[in-house]
């Protein structure tokens, strides 16, 4: 049996071991190669985004010349004084950031045309912008800072072009032009020698991600022929290498030759995957390069950290193809190992698990088979009981829910009964507390009036104070009539007859103006077509200007009351909804549940208590129902539903 292991083992790895290493080289030559393309077109994307940039500064400028040549603040400076025209030059250098701005017209003009491709252009008409190399003379002429910023020592190369020269104090500008209507030129430029912003502007643009621009990784850089006079190419840690060379073989195919330089370069004291861009001046000779690049290091350190992974997954390959050859070798066992796996699973309650067709007809087979027809037998008795167990459950839902309607029907009945039995006694106190209160004030009335009939005239001076004490038994008498309305209030309803609601409430808007104008309310109604119902209309307004002037209460003053009445089906009956709503403060939530409970009131020492109460009786007592809503927007809303008087027919019957 080993000799067989061994002899499976050594023809299933002979392959591997033969073969895949060539198929790992190809492999990894092929990788390599595409990997250098891929990192020479990242190259060559960058250095189209710093071209790019450069060219939308150049642009920029043409085109910010073009607007002030072309502006009226120009027109009107150029007619003015010498001072004011300095003035506005070196104000709009700044704002636009240019090294320097001025207006050429007159003779002088033809001299400088003459010299500048780009101004001769601009005085045909045609606003131009290109790159120029001036001389430290030039540079002097607009200032002397100018010419000491343009002005680099050169720092000897290695492998660059040997030369003679130890300064390079020429500068390279961008150089536009914008002509004037009436005569002459506006020509600004800007100095890119040691123009960091510029260069590290590039940089930021290119380098975006850590990958190739990363912990100084990336860098740009302006050339003045071969020298750089603008980079973030590093000599030391904080030095940079301003005034160093490029290489004789960089500069020969992108100076001598106008060719894109794409490959690795060596960048000053390293490796670098490199694009160089020959520049072109107005004259069109190349007189510069626009340079940007990565470090190859560690892309290098990646292919080789790659390699050898890609040794270490072989020989790990290697290493477990071994055991596996042999544990695939026990093909006597899988029946087993397939029956445990079957078993763990059903453990684990997967029910469904089974060792399916197995290969070998021995034994082992056969116990596997029967094990599946047992299994079969436990899921057909476990789904059954499952069956038994969620009709259980459904039925002792069913049971719960109707226990629960019933408890709910038994708390509805037993708050009934508590508030009957309130109403009850509150209705036998204030019977008797109303009549033991109209007899001292039948008393205290008849005597004002002997009182007024025996003095006459002579009551004058005191006429302010029988007047008030009138006022005051009235106002006695009224609450009162509250009290022995709200203990009984079927003796003091009239009739009841079958009306529309909507002259009802209108009428009631009329009775309470003054309230709602007193206050500054504004009143907001929606009436919709509605069935009759059947109530008292005193009863019916009386309920509706309680909320009403509750409402108002509520807001103070500059509020808003919403009315909208319309039809509203409620359990299956027609009937017509009421909605009085108010922007006030709204009913704290503890509270809400007791607002129509007796002498509940928010407005202590002004209120008797008894309003919403009344109205809960009155509506209920025609069949409907009066409550509270608290709407999302704030306030508070009160519906009135009374059931359609078809509605109330149709159920008497």
């Avoid at 973030?232 to 060379?245: Q, S």
């Avoid at 001046?281 to 340079?291: C, H, I, P, Q, T």
């Avoid at 029946?335 to 089974?354: C, F």
């Avoid at 206050?519 to 309920?543: H, N």
């Amino acid at each position: 049996m080993s000799s067989v292991r061994l002899r499976l083992l050594v023809l299933a790895l002979a392959p591997l071991i033969l073969l895949m290493p060539l198929l790992l080289l190809l492999g990894m030559t092929r990788w390599t190669a595409d990997y250098d393309k891929l990192l020479i077109a990242n190259v060559e994307s960058d250095l189209r985004v710093a071209e790019q940039y450069l060219t939308r500064i150049m642009a920029g400028t043409r085109d910010d010349l073009r607007g002030i040549a072309e502006s009226v603040e120009f027109a009107r400076v150029r007619n003015q004084d010498g001072t004011t025209q300095a003035l506005f030059y070196r104000n709009k250098r700044h704002e636009l950031e240019l090294d320097f701005l001025y207006y050429l017209q007159g003779d002088a003009a033809e001299h400088v045309a003459a010299k500048w491709p780009v101004i001769r252009r601009a005085f045909g008409g045609v606003p131009d912008s290109q790159i120029d190399i001036f001389s430290s003379q030039d540079l002097a002429v607009f200032s002397d800072d100018l010419a000491n910023q343009a002005r680099l020592d050169l720092i000897e190369t290695e492998a660059a072009v040997p030369t003679n020269r130890l300064v390079e104090d020429r500068g390279m500008v961008v150089h536009a032009a914008s002509p004037v209507a009436g005569g002459g030129v506006l020509v600004g430029g800007i100095l890119l020698n040691r123009n960091l912003q510029f260069i590290d502007t590039i940089n930021a643009l290119v380098y975006l991600n850590a990958v190739t621009g990363g912990d100084r990784q990336g860098t740009a850089t302006l050339f003045l022929d071969d020298v750089r006079v603008s980079t973030n190419v590093r000599l030391f840690e904080d030095v940079r290498a301003l005034g160093t060379r490029v290489s004789a073989v960089v500069r020969g195919a992108v100076l001598d030759e106008g060719q894109t330089w794409l490959a690795r370069a060596f960048v000053v004291n390293d490796w670098y995957i490199s694009g160089y861009l020959p520049l072109i001046d107005s004259f069109g000779e190349r007189v510069g390069m626009l340079y940007v690049g990565f470090l190859e290091a560690p892309f290098s350190a990646a292919k080789r950290e790659a390699y050898l992974w890609m040794m270490v997954a072989f020989a790990g390959v290697l290493a477990l193809s071994i055991p596996v050859f042999l544990w695939m070798a026990k093909g006597i066992f899988a029946p087993l190992e397939r029956m445990t796996e079957t078993m763990r699973r059903v453990g684990r309650g997967n029910l469904s698990a089974r060792n399916g067709k197995i290969s070998a007809k021995d034994e082992i087979g056969q116990v596997a088979g029967h094990l599946d027809d047992l299994l079969d037998q436990v899921q057909d008795r476990d789904r059954r009981l499952r069956a038994w167990a969620d009709e259980l459950n459904q039925r002792v839902e069913e049971r719960t829910s109707e226990l629960r309607e019933a408890n709910d029907k038994l708390e509805d009945t037993y708050r009934q009964l508590v508030m009957s039995e309130k109403l009850a006694s509150i209705g036998e106190i204030t019977a008797g507390v109303a009549h033991e209160i109209n007899n001292p004030v039948a008393v205290i009335q008849g005597n004002v009036d002997v009182i007024r009939d025996t003095l006459g005239q002579k009551a004058q001076p005191v006429v302010t104070e029988l007047n008030l004490i009138d006022r005051q038994v009235t106002r006695i008498e009224a609450i009162v009539g509250k009290l022995l309305k709200f203990a009984r209030p079927t003796e003091f309803s009239d009739y009841e007859e079958t009306v529309s609601l909507q002259p009802v409430v209108a009428d009631c808007l009329v009775l309470v103006e003054h309230v709602l104008s007193h206050g500054g309310i504004e009143v907001a109604t929606q009436f919709r077509d509605a069935p009759m119902v059947r109530i008292d209309p005193g009863e019916m307004q009386q309920v509706v200007i309680n909320l009403i002037v509750n409402a108002a209460q509520a807001m103070g003053s500059d509020g808003q009351l919403n009315l909208v009445l319309g039809p509203e089906r409620r359990d299956g009956r027609e009937g017509v909804c009421l909605r009085v709503r108010d922007t006030g403060p709204g009913i704290p939530d503890d509270r809400a549940a007791t607002v129509f409970d007796p002498f509940f009131t928010t407005k202590q020492g002004e209120g008797t208590g008894l309003g919403l109460s009344i109205s809960q009786s009155l509506i209920q007592k025609a069949g409907g129902l009066i409550t509270l809503h608290q709407p999302e927007g704030g306030g508070a809303e009160f519906r009135v539903w009374l059931p359609a008087y078809d509605a109330v027919t149709e159920a008497a019957q």
